[in-house]
C-alpha cells in the first residue's frame, strides 16, 4: 500500500499514516487548555498537526526525533494546510525505510564532490591548493560534509544540502571573477569551502536536524576557525613548510565574517574584498533556496500566495492559478 505523503495532502484528506516528529510543542489556549502542536516530516514535506484539550502526562511518551503513526483530518487555516489529530503513538524505527522521512539534495551528491574536488584542485594558488587537499583526503570528513545540511529550518535544510549550498557559491564565484579582478579568487575558492564546514559538527542530522551541545556552546564558525587551524597543522606536517601567515588570516577571517553583521552572529565585518564577496554569494544563495523551498513546501495548491511567514515577514508568491 503506498504511502500518504505529504505533499499530495488536500483539505478534507483523512490521514493514517507513520511520519517523523521533527517538533513537539505543547500550549496553551485562551481558555488555559493544553493542545499539541507537531511538525511531520516524510520525504516530501512538512505538515503541522494539532491535537485539542490533551493532557501533558499522556503526551510525555514521545519526543521529537521518534517516528509516530497518526490519525486525523486535513484542514485549511488560515490558507495553510494542517492536520487535525486524533491519535498519536510512537512506533518502533525497525522495519522503516529512514530515507522515506529524510529531505534530500535536489542534486547527486556524488556528483556534487566531483565537481567539488575539481574546483579545490584547480586553485591557483600552490599553498592554498595543498592545503585543501589536506581537507579532501580526510575520508571520513568529507563523508560527514556530503551528508549535512547546512541549516536546520531555513536553507538547504536536507542531506545534502551543504555540499549543493557550497558547490553552488563556487560556481557562482568562478563565474563573476572576471568582473573582481581585485578579489583573490584562490582565497575566495578556498573561502567558500571553508564558511560552513564547522557544521558538520555543529548539527546533527540522523532522523531530526538538532544543534549538537559543540553547535549550542561554540557555533559553526568557531568550530571552523578549529578546523582550519588543525589542518593548517597537517599541511605543515606534510610539506615541512610553514603555511603562509597573511593567507592563514584571510581565510580565518572569512569564516568569521560570513554572516557580514554582527546582529547576525558575525564576531567581524568583512574586512577584505574575498570576504565581502563570501559574505553576498552566501546570503544570495541562501535566501533564494529559502524562498524557493518555502514555495515548493507550501501545500495549498489553490492560492497564488504562500501562507505569512514570520521568518521572512512576507507571503511569497507562488504564480497565478488557473481558474
Known sequence: MSRQNINQLKDGDTVNEVFLLVDKQLRANRNASLFLSADLRDSTGVVNARMWNVVEERM???QSGNYVQVKGKVHLFQGALQIILTYIEPVSAENLDPAEF???ASHDVQALLAKLREMLLGIENNEVRTLMECFLVDEALMDEFCRAPAGVKTHHAYHGGLIEH??????????????????????????????????????????????TDEGQLLGHLIIGVEMLTEKIQ?????????????????LK????????????????LPMTPEAVALHHLDN?????????RFIDDDLNSTSSWTPYSP?????????????
Open 311 to 323: 521568518r521572512l515577514q512576507r507571503k511569497l508568491f507562488k504564480g497565478m492559478t488557473e481558474d
Open 234 to 250: 597537517a599541511y605543515q606536517e606534510m610539506t615541512g613548510e610553514s603555511f603562509p601567515k597573511e593567507a592563514e588570516l584571510r
Open 60 to 62: 510525555q511518551h514521545f
Open 253 to 268: 577571517h572569512m569564516i568569521v565574517s560570513h554572516h557580514g553583521t554582527y546582529e547576525f552572529g558575525s564576531p567581524r
Open 284 to 292: 544570495l544563495d541562501a535566501k533564494v533556496n529559502e524562498f524557493a
Open 102 to 104: 529524510q529531505p534530500q
Open 166 to 211: 557550497v558547490v553552488n557559491l563556487m560556481e557562482t564565484a568562478h563565474r563573476i571573477a572576471e568582473l573582481y579582478p581585485k578579489a583573490d579568487m584562490s582565497l575566495l575558492l578556498a573561502g567558500v569551502f571553508l564558511h560552513d564546514i564547522g557544521k558538520v559538527r555543529e548539527l546533527g542530522y540522523e532522523n531530526e536536524f538538532i544543534y
